[in-house]
């Protein structure tokens, strides 16, 4: 799995993930970098459903974010629930082209 990376490209991915493609970027929440929007969102989503948990990894400082169905891994809290709304989107993080969902080019 490639390692998003936080920031505008990555918070319009989740935006067009979650529904809205035609979002306009000045209005997208900042969920790669804000832990209430990220938080949020994942909530709306059913991430945060019976078995959802955030917790800090054991083995570094990195987060993870794990249900039944999903397992998402990052540096921050932020960042690894907004990879848990893309996986749980099906988004194929084998290129880690955030384009691959329409993000940068919606129709």
Not at 29 to 40: C, G, K, M, V
Not at 50 to 69: F, H, N, Q
């Amino acid at each position: 799995m490639i390692e998003l990376k936080a920031g505008p490209e990555l918070d319009r991915t989740v935006a067009v993930a979650i529904g809205d493609p035609r979002m306009p970027t000045a209005i997208i929440p900042q969920y790669s970098t804000d832990l209430n929007a990220a938080f949020a969102e994942a909530e709306k989503s059913g991430l945060f459903g019976d078995d959802g948990c955030l917790r800090m990894a054991i083995d570094s400082k990195d987060w993870v974010y794990e249900d039944l169905d999903h397992y998402a891994r990052a540096t921050t809290p932020a960042l690894a629930i907004c990879t848990a709304i893309l996986a749980a989107k099906d988004y194929d993080f084998t290129h880690g082209d955030l384009d691959a969902m329409g993000a940068l080019n919606p129709t």
